[in-house]
């Protein structure tokens, strides 16, 4: 055990996490990407921020793999692609393909090559010395959170981006076989005029249940 490092601000909690939604609640999914360039050293700390996340027994079960060769993304479109056709045409249900109505997606993927960077999420079924890893899920699933945070912090755009299934991206990037693709990330700044769908999020209420001190839950 060693001494905690504090993190502190000069303004308030209060004022701090209202800061931090308000930056946040401008975050929105993309797919209109300009192909301006975004800095290497840009992708390295945002990474590095996401690998802040706690992790199950500190197993930190992730890797982020950063791709710029325009090539790779090129096959990783065209791969992606095929897989969409098929989610399209055949795997996803009736009521699956009304809910995607209003976004207006479809099989064509663009942004997969106009975006500067695409970083894939891998989770790791195992460690890379053989190791069990625990709440493997839970804890790629919260570095994640902490990439998408960063990389708007840091004024850029992202698409969560999940066609179905993903191996391809094992087999175009070569990776080991212990580690599975958990998410796709295009990574740039929004395309001049980038339009985004109509949508709203839900109301705090909605979401948030509290039990203040002497509440009790009804039986």
Aim: hydrophobic content about 40%; proline content about 8%; glycine content about 6%.
């Amino acid at each position: 055990m060693i001494p905690l490092t504090p993190y502190r601000r000069e303004s308030s909690p209060e004022e701090a996490s209202r800061a931090f939604f308000e930056r946040m609640r401008l975050r929105r999914t993309v797919r209109e990407f300009s192909d301006r360039p975004v800095s290497e050293e840009t992708i390295r700390w945002c990474v590095a921020a996401a690998g802040t996340a706690p992790s199950g027994a500190n197993k930190q079960p992730w890797r982020f793999v950063a791709i710029a060769d325009p090539a790779t993304k090129k096959r990783i479109r065209e791969a992606a692609e095929a897989e969409e056709r098929e989610f399209y045409s055949r795997r996803a249900s009736e009521e699956w393909l009304r809910d995607l109505h209003p976004f207006g997606t479809d099989d064509r993927k663009p942004f997969l090559e106009v975006a500067p960077w695409l970083i894939v999420v891998f989770k790791l079924a195992k460690a890379d010395d053989g190791g069990q890893t625990y709440y493997t899920n839970e804890s790629v699933g919260i570095a994640t959170g902490l990439l998408l945070a960063a990389l708007h912090h840091a004024g850029l755009a992202t698409l969560t981006h999940t066609p179905s299934p993903m191996g391809f991206l094992s087999k175009v990037l070569g990776r080991p076989e212990h580690e599975r693709a958990f998410l796709l990330i295009p990574v740039g700044y929004p395309s001049e005029g980038c339009m985004v769908p109509d949508i709203s999020r839900k109301e705090l209420d909605e979401i948030m249940v509290l039990h203040r001190v002497g509440d009790a839950p009804k039986q």
